[in-house]
């Protein structure tokens, strides 16, 4: 490009330039005098005022809403708040509820297992109470058996034992000291705790008495067959006077019958009369837990009122 022609665009550049702040200075110049012109009018002032209160009202309005919506937050809260308390109210209510019905079942295990406890120490005490006066009554048992002045029994021993009190009294068993029904029978059983006579169960045994559940072992055999009513009548006073050897070192025997009954409830049952009762305790003491033909003795005391029905007993 010529250097003139690009000279004349740089002028002329420059005057478009100079031109255009001419124009721009102008225009504000004229916007200036128009804002004044218009400030000096009362409506332009109005118009501002009008503005302001527009956007105090929106100002307000928005606070409002702001305000509405954080109460409306605050209530909800509240009874948010409210609803958990109620729950946790009714929570703790179950809890002590269920806790009051802990402590009751374990007061109710405590005091039941107390009840065991005193019961327990009851019976204890009842135990060694009775131990205690058993005792006691072994040691006046004794002093009584000992000392020939004393004239009294221990008064524990003159109980009466009775198998079934409300019951009428059983006729074999008064009449012989011996019942077929045994501690079975319906009737009454009476018997004394010391008395001069003592019952001796199957004290003596022999083959002829046997007759019934045995006889057919003795029958078999020969030595059986030949026994005769005098084996009987010697073998008898053999044990006669061995028994009464023994049972005389107690006291003196006024009367000494075996039952000659082959009935098994009767069967070899002995009576002996001592002439005390100390004698009778004496035998009675000593003769339990002894043997006599391989057999443990089954020693009591007797009521028997008469001989005669006792001995002959059916
Ligand atoms: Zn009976």
Redesign the pocket.
């Known amino acids: 490009m010529p250097a003139k022609r690009a000279w004349r665009k740089l002028v002329k550049k420059q005057q478009r330039q100079r031109r255009r702040q001419r124009q721009a200075r102008a225009r504000e110049k004229e916007e200036a005098l128009e804002e004044e012109a218009l400030k000096a009018k009362p409506e332009y002032e109005a118009w501002l005022k009008q503005q302001a209160e527009l956007e105090e009202f929106h100002r307000l309005a928005s606070e409002r809403l702001r305000a509405e919506e954080e109460e409306a937050w605050l209530r909800r809260e509240a009874l948010a708040q409210r609803q958990f308390q109620i729950d946790r109210a009714k929570r703790a209510q179950e809890e002590s509820k269920l806790e009051s019905l802990r402590l009751q079942q374990a007061k109710e295990l405590e005091e039941e297992l107390e009840k065991q406890r005193k019961r327990r120490e009851e019976s204890k005490r009842l135990a060694e109470e009775a131990a205690a006066e058993f005792e006691a009554m072994l040691q006046r048992m004794q002093e009584y058996m000992d000392d020939s002045e004393d004239r009294t029994p221990p008064a524990e021993l003159r109980r009466v034992v009775e198998t079934n009190p409300a019951e009428k009294l059983?006729e074999?068993?008064t009449r012989t000291n011996c019942?077929r029904?045994g501690n079975s029978?319906t009737?009454n059983?009476r018997r004394p705790m010391l008395a001069k006579i003592l019952l001796i169960r199957h004290f003596f045994t022999h083959p002829l008495l046997q007759v019934g559940e045995t006889h057919k072992e003795y029958a078999s055999t020969d030595e059986h067959l030949e026994l005769t009513e005098q084996d009987l009548r010697n073998d008898y006073d053999e044990f006669f006077n061995d028994a009464i050897g023994e049972l005389q070192k107690f006291g003196k025997i006024l009367n000494f019958r075996a039952v000659r009954n082959t009935l098994p409830h009767l069967r070899g049952h002995v009576f002996v009369e001592y002439a005390q009762e100390r004698f009778a305790l004496r035998a009675f003491v000593n003769l339990q837990g002894r043997y006599y033909a391989s057999r443990r003795l089954q020693v009591e005391f007797s009521n028997l009122k008469g001989w005669r029905g006792a001995v002959c007993g059916t």
């Open positions: 059983c074999f068993y019942c029904y029978c009737f059983h």
